[in-house]
């Protein structure tokens, strides 16, 4: 998103998408330690660092613990959906599909090149993935066992995880708004607000949706 863009829009840019990771993950109920941009004199890189949790699963190793993994799928999908929202970008973006997700992570692979695989996709893909070891963890109900207004059973696939997570993290960037949009500020004018700062600017701004305790 870089190309003809000012070194001030490229700065707002990370400010918006580094503030959607933060809020949504608030609202999910993540341990954000900070969130920063680049900042001149500074050491500030983009990034916003949670607390993950992982769990040991046989037969496959270290993942992300599954029934959190929903929820950190839906903060990193937020992070591009408010940048694009903040500069009225409107072109498709590769991570609009599952397919398209995976594709991408594919084409990071094949560069061969560590540094490359940290990033908003594998991470996103990572976390659909073990969602959906959850979903299997869950004995399904015959129709007859479902009750009228029962919540939604977990996804069974990392593709319904992904669609699940992607449904999620537009609802939430429409409707919180307002803070992405005061972190996204205070990040411009401090460039390293931390988690406790965060949560304190959700509740105080409006219209927010969910806990921040």
Same mark, same amino acid.
């Given at each position: 998103? +870089? ?6 829009? %490229?700065? !707002?840019? #990370?400010?918006? *998408?580094?503030?959607? *990771? ?26 916003? @660092?949670?607390?993950?949790?992982? *769990?040991?699963? &046989?037969? @496959? ?11 950190? &799928? ?7 959906? &408010?940048?694009? !929202? ?5 072109? %498709?973006?590769? /991570?609009? +599909?599952?397919? /398209? ?5 594919? =084409? ?6 560590? $540094?490359?695989? $940290? ?5 996103? !893909? ?8 959850? #979903? ?8 007859? $066992? ?9 996804? /069974? ?5 992904? =669609?699940? &997570?992607? !449904?999620?993290? $537009? ?13 996204? =500020? ?11 700062? @965060?949560?304190? %600017? ?10 921040? +305790?």
């Amino acid at each position: 998103m +870089s190309k003809g863009m000012s070194r001030e829009q %490229i700065r !707002r840019s #990370g400010a918006y *998408h580094e503030a959607a *990771h933060a809020v949504v993950g608030v609202l999910e109920g993540h341990t954000v330690r900070y969130v920063s941009i680049v900042t001149e004199g500074t050491n500030n890189q983009d990034i916003c @660092v949670s607390a993950v949790n992982h *769990h040991n699963l &046989a037969g @496959v190793g270290l993942i992300p613990t599954p029934w959190e993994a929903l929820g950190h &799928a839906i903060a990193t999908l937020a992070g591009n959906m &408010a940048m694009w !929202r903040e500069f009225g970008k409107i072109e %498709i973006s590769p /991570r609009d +599909s599952w397919e /398209r997700l995976v594709q991408e992570c594919e =084409e990071i692979e094949e560069l061969d090149e560590p $540094e490359e695989l $940290e990033n908003d996709a594998m991470e996103i !893909r990572k976390y659909c993935e073990a969602a959906a070891v959850f #979903g299997q963890m869950v004995k399904m109900p015959t129709p007859d $066992e479902l009750l009228e207004g029962s919540p939604p059973l977990p996804p /069974r696939t990392a593709k319904e995880a992904f =669609e699940v &997570a992607l !449904r999620a993290a $537009e609802e939430k960037v429409d409707t919180n708004w307002p803070a992405i949009t005061n972190v996204a =500020e205070e990040l411009m004018d401090a460039g390293y607000p931390t988690g406790d700062e @965060v949560k304190e %600017i959700v509740a105080n701004s409006d219209s927010f949706q969910g806990e921040t +305790s």
